[in-house]
Nanobody, 120 residues
Framework: QVQLVESGGGLVQAGGSLRLSCAAS????????MGWYRQAPGKQRTLVAS???????NYADSAKGRFTISRDNAKNTVYLQMNSLKPEDTAVYYC??????????????WGQGTQVTVSS
């Protein structure tokens, strides 16, 4: 069982910055990857950035150069630093974690989401 708690969302002006945090409680289960997704009303949930336990990153094209994902593996906490925010970044941002325990299937976990609103 993995529980994810996001924080750091809010209302900012275009060009501003936010840092999202996601803390995972794992009961000893190793997390293979963590990431951030976002979903605007009426749209699909899409990947923003992900970071594996060995340091590999993956960014959406819209996030490259503006957003930075980082991770504290010891704390099972992932961060998303968002700079130069644009109104089109407005969405609910969800933390994601993946586990693949030995002798078990891959599991996916989601946080409750945190609202990011960027005003023009």
């Amino acid at each position: 069982q993995v529980q994810l708690v996001e924080s750091g969302g809010g209302l900012v002006q275009a060009g501003g910055s936010l840092r999202l945090s996601c803390a995972a409680s794992t009961s000893g289960v190793r997390i293979d990857a963590m990431g951030w997704y976002r979903q605007a009303p009426g749209k699909q949930r899409t990947l923003v950035a992900s970071l594996s336990s060995d340091g590999r990153t993956n960014y959406a094209d819209s996030a490259k150069g503006r957003f930075t994902i980082s991770r504290d593996n010891a704390k099972n906490t992932v961060y998303l630093q968002m700079n130069s925010l644009k109104p089109e970044d407005t969405a609910v941002y969800y933390c994601n974690a993946e586990t693949f325990p030995p002798f078990d299937r891959r599991h996916y976990y989601w946080g409750q989401g945190t609202q990011v609103t960027v005003s023009s």
